[in-house]
């Protein structure tokens, strides 16, 4: 079954906080898909990934690279997964149509964005309605901590 995971930023810009879940998911060994709403948000990610920390590598590309299918974390707009992720992140204004093909899905909203709170209220109720496993993270002083 699918785990469905709300992370509801209040600090964090979504560019700093969408690095730091996808090395820790990266380092356990998982392959990620990133799914961003458009191509300038993609590349604004891959910038974030790769300058997100000095003395840490997070190994990642996209179509505009070679290699796809061998990319531990793949970022796209679209709903290409050519590295079988099993894990997937969802920028604040990215969909995904097809949730329970993955095991995790991580789903970022700016708590400031009262529109994307209340799309993300819409998303909780038709998971849980579809039976889906649903979290909520809220970001405090000390990191993410889980509220439902």
Not at 75 to 95: R, V, Y
Not at 106 to 124: F, H, I, P, S, T
Request: charged residues 25%.
């Amino acid at each position: 079954m699918t785990e469905i995971r709300f992370y509801h930023l209040q600090r964090t810009p979504e560019d700093n906080a969408i690095p730091a879940i996808a090395y820790k998911a990266w380092q356990s060994g998982k392959h990620i898909i990133i799914k961003a709403a458009d191509e300038p948000a993609v590349e604004k990610l891959n910038t974030a990934l790769w300058t997100f920390r000095a003395e840490a590598f997070l190994p990642h590309g996209s179509a505009a690279d070679k290699f796809d299918a061998q990319q531990p974390v793949y970022l796209t707009a679209g709903n290409d997964k050519p590295n079988e992720a099993k894990n997937i992140i969802l920028s604040a204004a990215a969909t995904n149509d097809a949730p329970g093909s993955f095991d995790l899905c991580c789903e970022m909203l700016d708590g400031r964005n009262e529109d994307q709170v209340n799309a993300a209220r819409v998303r909780w109720k038709a998971y849980k309605e579809q039976g889906f496993e649903v979290s909520y993270w809220q970001e405090t002083d000390s990191g993410w901590e889980k509220k439902a």
